[in-house]
Nanobody, 122 residues
Framework: QVQLVESGGGLVQAGDSLRLSCAAS????????MAWFRQAPGKEREFVAAINWAGAVTNYADSVKGRFTISRENAKNTVYLQMNSLKPEDTAVYYCARSRYPAITGANYSSWGQGTQVTVSS
C-alpha cells in the first residue's frame, strides 16, 4: 500500500511563493498519474493540477493556471507543486493523490496523502 506524504505548506503573504512536495513510500508513482487537490474550509474538495506518468502532459484548474506548476521526479518518487503569486483564496489543505487513469476528478484517485495546510494572508 503506497503512502503519500505532503510537505511544504505554511503561512505566507499574498504574492509569495511556496513549493509543496509529495513523497511516496511503499509503492511507486512512476507509472501513475499524479495530482494535487485542495479543500478550503466549508468548501468541497477541488482539482488543482495533474501530471501524467511521464511528466509530459499537465492539466490545471483555471484558477491556478499561469501561477502554479506541477512537476515530478519519478526517480525520487516525488511530485511537486510550485505555487507563485499566491492569493488569499488559495488558502486550503492541499492533498496529493495517485491514479491509474488520466483523470482530474477525485473519484478516480485511489491513494491520497494526509494533506498540508497552506494559508495566504492578505
Amino acid at each position: 500500500q503506497v503512502q503519500l506524504v505532503e510537505s511544504g505548506g505554511g503561512l505566507v503573504q499574498a504574492g509569495d511563493s511556496l513549493r509543496l512536495s509529495c513523497a511516496a513510500s511503499g509503492g511507486t508513482i512512476s507509472s501513475y498519474q499524479m495530482a494535487w487537490f485542495r479543500q478550503a474550509p466549508g468548501k468541497e474538495r477541488e482539482f488543482v493540477a495533474a501530471i501524467n506518468w511521464a511528466g509530459a502532459v499537465t492539466n490545471y484548474a483555471d484558477s491556478v493556471k499561469g501561477r502554479f506548476t506541477i512537476s515530478r521526479e519519478n526517480a525520487k518518487n516525488t511530485v511537486y507543486l510550485q505555487m507563485n503569486s499566491l492569493k488569499p483564496e488559495d488558502t486550503a489543505v492541499y492533498y496529493c493523490a495517485r491514479s491509474r487513469y488520466p483523470a482530474i476528478t477525485g473519484a478516480n484517485y485511489s491513494s491520497w496523502g494526509q494533506g498540508t495546510q497552506v494559508t495566504v494572508s492578505s
